[in-house]
């Protein structure tokens, strides 16, 4: 299509797409053992993470938000990025749960986050805790951000002057902060109108020991972003520098030609990438920032290198060399530098696929960006092993942990697994096995028989004569017409009490018995004879031989009454 002309014939220029000129600098301080602060700044996106939790994870709770969040770094947003930004710093949130679920010991660490995606000329904002982004455009330079500090709420309900609030014991109590506490915290979000040549500092707030007036007066007067952000930092270093302190500087500007070439940057191989010692800091863009392009590469990757010898010295724990870590910590990070001298897995661009560190710095160095701070540090000592996600950031994220605490968690995931099957099964079992051995209990009583009293007579009943709580263990089987109270005295008491038998024929033959003797057994039971005194013998009396001696008749037994 034709472009569209003006009056006097002359085609009004394309508008051109904006993008970001930009620096980083990020410094551990004078006081800290390592550096908490993590930062990424590309042509599309920045964002600046001041980690918390002392020892156990600040920097792996910066660095894993930090780089969960690089692949936002481009500029086709076709459905529109209204919620990207929010989302995705959602979706970082879970990921801390998650890395605290993994690992106990990371229990209770957070970051600030501050970020800023550029989308056609719209910038979206995103921010929660206490690190600052200021705005200068149209020679006013304001805050943008509003810290999530106890100070700063004081400071809204009129109970504290701002000049009080750097001198307040609480002034790094945060309210709001991404973490495992909160499943959904509030983010304070706003779409901005963008102009070309605003500039933006993205900055912890270690850059708070720094004079208010004297950052604005930086960041109107040095023309050089980078000079500008080093010069922050080196305040910040000549006023003690308690905290670590990060610095992103930026610039929006219209897309040039030379940004369109070196936008195609060659991916550098994952074995290159591994043998030489420093970070993945691409510095293409810089190339495009003006006639001292050269020498700001150049300085970069200086700074880089010393950049990343301080951090190994102050003990990252993305570092095998941590002097405070426990013994298994420093098993956990040999095991990680091994995994990182493995050549780079053949995977499926698929969920569940598994990629290494150097996957993670393939993505970094296919596009212009600065990474400093904790994330530079996990990605330059391949502390990042191994994880299935969506996106390569989000795998190298997932895996901030050690790789031995992983495979740990990993091993220990079968055994959780069988141990949740095997008690149902054990269960299911042993219920199997009460239900077969009642039936078989019942059935075996049904073989069985008695004799027992039925509506006054002698009946035959198929069971055992007991009860299984509601269940009768016997039935009628057959009713005689034998009255109960026409049987003798202990043949009664027989029937009642109930007499076992063998089967069913045993049942009629004792019925039978009862009927013909009156008692249950074949055999009668006899009285014994009652012995007969045998006489004291007399010494002189007489007994006349005509006298009839008188004997006792003896008592008929139940079996003789009966015939």
Known sequence: MASPETPEGKETPAERPLIMRYAARSDVGRIRSKNDDSAYVGRHLAVVADGMGGHAGGDVASASTVLDMIHLDHADYADGAETVLADEIQTANSLLSELVHQNPKLSGMGTTVTALLLEDRKLHFAHIGDSRAYRLRNKKFEQISIDHTFVQRLIDEGRLRPEEAETHPHKNVLMRVLGDVDASPELDLDVLDVEPGERWLLCSDGLNYVAGHVVERMV??????????????????????????????????????????????????????????????????????????????????????????????????????????????????????????????????????????????????????????????????????????????????????????????????????????????????????????????????????????????????????????????????????????????????????????????????????????????ANCPTTPATASPSPSPTSSVPVPSTAAVATPSPTPTPCEAAK
Request: glycine share 6%.
């Open 220 to 521: 109107r007067e040095t023309k050089d972003l980078r000079e500008c952000a080093e010069i922050l930092v080196d305040l910040t270093l000549e006023a003690g520098a308690p905290d670590n302190v990060t610095v992103v500087m930026l610039e929006i500007v219209e897309e040039t030609d030379d940004d369109v070439n070196t936008a195609a940057v060659d991916v550098v191989p994952a074995a290159a990438l591994a043998a030489v010692d420093e970070p993945e800091t691409v510095t293409a863009s810089k190339s495009s920032e003006g006639p001292s392009a050269t020498k700001a590469a150049e300085d970069t990757q200086s700074e880089a290198k010393n950049k990343a010898a301080r951090d190994a010295d102050a003990g990252s724990s993305f570092s095998a060399g941590d002097p405070d870590k426990e013994d298994e910590d420093s098993v956990e990070a040999s095991a990680s530098t091994d995994e990182s001298a493995e050549p780079p897995a053949t995977t499926d661009p698929h969920l569940g696929e598994h990629l290494s560190a150097e996957v993670l710095r393939e993505e970094l160095a296919s596009r212009p960006h600065e990474l400093v701070g904790a994330a530079a540090t996990a990605a330059e000592t391949g502390s990042i092993p191994t994880v299935a996600g969506r996106t390569v950031a989000r795998r190298a994220a997932t895996v901030l942990t050690h790789k031995a605490e992983q495979d740990r968690v990993d091993a220990e995931e079968p055994a959780r697994r069988r141990v949740r099957w095997l008690m149902p099964a054990v269960a299911a079992v042993v219920i199997v096995g009460v239900v077969v051995g009642l039936w078989l209990g019942y059935a075996w009583t049904q073989t069985r028989y008695y004799v027992g009293e039925f509506d006054q007579r002698v009946a035959i009943f198929n069971g055992i004569s007991q009860r299984l709580g509601p269940i009768q263990l016997s039935r009628l089987e057959a009713v005689t017409d034998i009255r109960v109270d026409s049987l003798p005295e202990y043949g009664q008491q027989s029937v009642r009490q109930t007499v076992p038998a063998g089967d069913l024929d045993d049942a009629q033959t004792i019925v039978e018995n009862l009927k013909n003797t009156g008692s249950a057994s």
